[in-house]
């Protein structure tokens, strides 16, 4: 294990730990960032020589602080007159080390490191870049690549929202069991929005930003390894995994996007599938159900399902109904009606979602929904005035081009008069 | 004598690994197996999936109790195993050794003889 690259990847698996104990000691963000960025430098040297520590969260921890330690000292020594809280604060630091450092606190840092990038005063875009650079460490530029802004406007970014972090202040004492729980929800959402900045992508960025699931997992994997008793926890990890288990599938050859029902499903991720397949199996044990564990337990109806006619829409149905009741949202309504529609027939469908249109009345889906239950009801006409609308609302060519092919089907079923396709 | 192989990482490091760099290891770790599966001394092989996806049953008061994850917390993990029919321990440690070589987990292979092994169920 000489080879840059697996360095590289064991420091990265450390980091979350690492960062999280030294923000728990030095208690300032940018402090803790440079004495981590210090040891890996060390790390680097020093690795390929001698051999990978056996833990090397406690290496970069122990040489971090050390380093930091100097850091501040050397500023204390340039102030020209050092403030003498400031030089009692500093001996008091190095003499609870031992109590400030200790590994057994690491949950509740590596939560807090999490945690700290979810402040609501951030939008989400800003709580995600955070947590991808102080949390995940991606670079900069990597992560501007991934939100498609130059680099110097990312960097921008992410100094401004770190400057809100600091402003905010943390509480650094143990956490009680309620402000842990409230913790760990507002990070699990935070991995969740990670994952669908990832994920809710047009084709030609698909690859840029594949790589925000990839850590939005890696993450969601780290919370269950903290939180192994945790059902929506382990709702969350299993929900990304089956979700990205159709990666391989969800763009052909030219990058357009297929739906389900077209994907290969001999491309889906059989060990992905099967590490959500059993976390669903093991959250529900629990009893205790919750948001994600309900939509981890829709994706598993897909992911099981080898056919798209052998998915079982009668208990996706039931399982959207448990959604509504505990997130209600026209979206999630008009999801339940795709299950509907299969099960009880296009007009209990539509009848619905007419009644969130005035909601929806800008949503894509919306409308694209709504043609191709009026096509299967033989309403052509309105379908075409439906399909015309979700056109219109497209946010990607991929999006439009699925509908014109309705619209072309309409037509040459001669279910409506042809027109002038207008040009987009 | 039938050895078990049994790998012990990190998960923390292994999950690290890009989807690029698990492969190689993969790769390279068939690739070891691969004499000794001709030879007709490998017996089956298993890589099992994170801790995070297992459950633990254990009697508590002579009641069996379902909890999640695996009992101890510790640094390693079991990852997985090998079985091996070997003519000593030397055979096995080679076999491990090579193994370690390919595997840049930083972790270990324990060298358990087998005791009960039954060959004869076979999933389909």
């Keep these: 294990m000489t080879d840059l690259s697996w360095i590289s990847s064991a420091i990265s698996a450390a980091r979350p730990q690492a960062m999280g104990a030294l923000l728990r000691y030095f208690r300032d963000l940018d402090t803790a960032e440079e004495a981590f960025q210090d040891a890996c430098l060390r790390a680097l040297k020093n690795w390929p020589q001698n051999g990978p520590p056996r833990d090397p969260a406690a290496w970069l921890i122990f040489v971090g602080r050390n380093s930091g330690i100097d ?89 401004r929202a770190k400057a809100r972090i600091a402003d905010a202040g943390v509480a650094f004492e143990t956490p009680g069991a309620v402000e842990r729980s409230e913790r760990l929800a507002a990070v699990a959402a935070m991995v969740y929005l990670i994952f669908n900045e990832g994920y809710s992508t047009n084709s030609g960025e698909a690859p840029a930003r594949a790589p ?12 269950l390894r903290l939180f192994q008793t945790e059902p929506e926890i382990m709702g969350l990890t299993a929900l990304l995994l089956l979700q990205h288990a159709r990666a ?14 077209d994907q290969d499903r001999s491309l889906w991720s059989r060990k992905m599938i099967d590490e959500g397949l059993a976390l669903v199996d093991k ?24 056919t798209p006619e052998d998915t079982d829409w009668t208990e996706i149905d039931l399982l959207y109904s448990l959604l509504e009741r505990m997130q209600p949202s026209p979206v999630v309504t008009l999801n339940r009606a795709v299950a509907v529609a299969k099960v009880r ?80 | 004598m039938l050895y078990a192989i049994l790998c012990y990482a990190s998960e923390d490091v292994v999950s690290s690994w890009s989807k690029a760099q698990d492969d190689e290891v993969m790769a390279k770790l068939l690739n070891v197996q691969e004499k000794y599966a001709k030879a007709g001394r490998l017996g089956p092989v298993a890589r099992l999936l994170p801790t995070t996806a297992a459950t633990t049953l254990r009697r508590v008061k002579g009641e069996a109790v379902v909890i999640d994850g695996p009992f101890a917390e510790t640094k390693e993990q079991f990852l997985g195993f090998y079985t091996l029919e070997c003519a000593d321990l030397d055979e096995a440690v080679d ?23 039954d060959p004869t169920r076979v999933l389909k």
Excluded: W
């Design chain 1, 71 to 159: 850091a501040v000292r050397k500023r204390a020594k340039q102030a020209p007159m050092p403030e003498e809280d400031q030089i009692s604060d500093l001996e008091d630091a190095e003499s609870d080390i031992a109590e400030r450092l200790d590994g057994a606190h690491y949950r509740d840092d590596i939560l807090r490191l999490l945690f700290i990038c979810c402040h609501p005063d951030l939008p989400p875009t800003q709580q995600i870049a955070v947590a991808l650079r102080i949390v995940s460490g991606i670079t900069v530029k990597q992560i501007a690549r991934a939100f498609l802004v130059g680099e110097s406007a990312m960097e921008q970014r992410i100094t």
């Design chain 2, 95 to 117: 076999f491990a050794r090579e193994l370690s070589e390919v595997n840049p987990s930083g972790g270990s292979y324990e060298i358990r003889p087998v005791s009960v092994f």
């Design chain 1, 283 to 306: 959250a529900l044990r629990h009893q205790k159900p919750g948001p994600y564990q309900v939509q981890a337990a829709i994706a598993a109806l897909h992911a099981r399902a080898a």
């Design chain 1, 212 to 223: 925000l699931c990839e850590e939005a997992i890696r993450l969601a994997r780290l919370l």
């Design chain 1, 248 to 261: 391989p599938a969800r763009f052909d050859e030219n990058g357009e996007i297929v739906l389900l029902d």
């Design chain 1, 345 to 424: 027939g296009p007009e209990a469908a539509l009848a619905m979602i007419e009644p969130l249109g005035e909601r929806l009345s800008g949503y894509f889906h919306f409308f694209g929904l709504k043609g191709g239950l009026l096509m299967q009801l033989d309403r052509g006409e309105e379908a075409r005035v439906a399909f015309d609308r979700a056109i219109a609302l497209a946010n990607t060519a991929a999006e439009a081009a699925h509908i014109r092919m309705h619209i072309d089907r309409l037509m040459r079923d001669g279910a409506v008069r042809p027109t002038v396709q207008k040009a987009n």
